[in-house]
């Protein structure tokens, strides 16, 4: 049960595409597609904005993007806006209904 | 509207316990894997326990074996976590998450409803 890598910051300016990696093992993100991506504001509870690796819930917009390969998934974030600023966590199926999630990446709008 | 609503959280000295509430509301409450996340101060989250539909399923974090209990009461829409044997390393808002539901596929992994969270302070 250890974390996924993700890199404890990104940013980008308004407009611009910002893309967040997620590293696991082939016993976590490498072994399955339950590979789900979540957006927190300060003091507030985490948002689903990706599951399944590239799947989009209703309501959030298509600027945020999901992929994987191998033991790697990443969040790419396009036409960057103020709002999009936040903490984002990877997380990943681990077997035997366990789940892990990244360290966390926050994200910063120039 | 899906509505998930913590309570039970508080400070509690190094060795107590605690046990924390989720109020589940606004969806088939049994339908559904749920989930206990934690977060400390300041840092990352956590995936603490998580219970299948009918109860009959219950995982959890090395960390916390032997020393947390997930349960849920269908009839009453909640989800409980029982903590025992408290450490200062527990510290944290504990978050209750309903398991995402797709297609034919109920998922104890992938979380799409997020209650606000209780604060558990273990501390002397």
């Known amino acids: 049960q250890s974390a996924l890598t993700q890199p404890p910051s990104a940013s980008g300016s308004p407009g611009q595409s910002v893309a967040i990696s997620c590293t696991g093992t082939?016993?976590?993100?490498?072994?399955?597609?339950?590979v789900s991506w979540y957006q927190q504001h300060p003091g507030k509870a985490p948002k689903l904005m990706i599951f399944e690796v590239s799947k989009r819930p209703s309501g959030v917009p298509d600027r945020f993007s999901g992929s994987k390969s191998g033991n790697t998934a990443s969040l790419t974030v396009s036409g960057l806006q103020a709002e999009d600023e936040a903490d984002y966590y990877c997380s990943s199926y681990a077997g035997n209904n366990s789940v892990t999630f990244g360290g966390g990446t926050k994200l910063t709008v120039l | 509207e899906v509505q998930l609503v913590e309570s039970g959280g508080g400070l509690v000295q190094p060795g107590g316990s605690l046990r924390l509430s989720c109020a589940a509301s606004g969806f088939t409450f049994g339908s559904h894997w749920m989930s206990w996340v934690r977060q400390a101060p300041g840092k990352g989250l956590e995936w603490v326990a998580n219970?299948?539909?009918?109860?009959?399923?219950?995982y959890y974090v090395d960390s916390v074996k032997g020393r947390f209990t997930v349960s849920r009461d269908n009839a009453k829409n909640s989800l409980y976590l029982q903590m025992n044997s408290l450490r200062a390393e527990d510290t944290a808002g504990y978050y209750c998450a309903r398991g995402l539901n797709f297609g034919i596929s109920a998922h104890s992994s992938m979380f799409d409803y997020w209650g606000q969270g209780t604060l558990v302070t273990v501390s002397s």
């Open positions: 082939s016993s976590d993100v490498g072994g399955y597609n339950y």
């Open positions: 219970i299948k539909q009918d109860g009959s399923g219950k």
